[in-house]
């Protein structure tokens, strides 16, 4: 059974860098046709789509967000992570890792983790 669990430091100030780690078991993070994604849903909103990495590594980002944000992958641990730059209270989030497919459809996601910008 595959499972995904999102890390992350809870509370991040605004103006800095935040990083989220989703941690993978019970499956390869380089299996083929699959795209390791980010989305988060803020209070009151929808879920938005951050961005994915690829099976070949290569990742596509939300043009809303692209210029602030990276996703990279470590498939020796089996994690991918996302980085989100010059965070503001805009960014206040639950995030949530997930696994996809090229038509789009998510059938594996983390629990999701909390992230709250505020000085």
């Known amino acids: 059974q595959l499972q995904l669990q999102e890390s992350g430091p809870g509370l991040v100030i605004p103006s800095q860098t935040v990083t989220v780690t989703c941690s993978v078991s019970?499956?390869?993070?380089?299996?083929?046709?699959?795209?390791w994604s980010w989305i988060r849903q803020s209070p009151g909103k929808g879920l938005e789509w951050i961005g994915y990495i690829g099976p070949s590594g290569s990742p596509d980002y939300s043009p809303s967000l692209r210029s602030r944000t990276s996703i990279s992958r470590d498939t020796s641990v089996n994690q991918f992570s996302l980085q989100l730059r010059s965070v503001t209270p805009e960014d206040t989030a639950v995030y949530y890792c997930?696994?996809?497919?090229?038509?789009?459809?998510?059938?594996?996601w983390g629990q999701g983790t909390q992230v709250t910008v505020s000085s």
């Open positions: 997930a696994r996809g497919s090229a038509s789009w459809y998510y059938d594996y």
């Open positions: 019970g499956g390869s993070i380089r299996t083929n046709g699959r795209y």
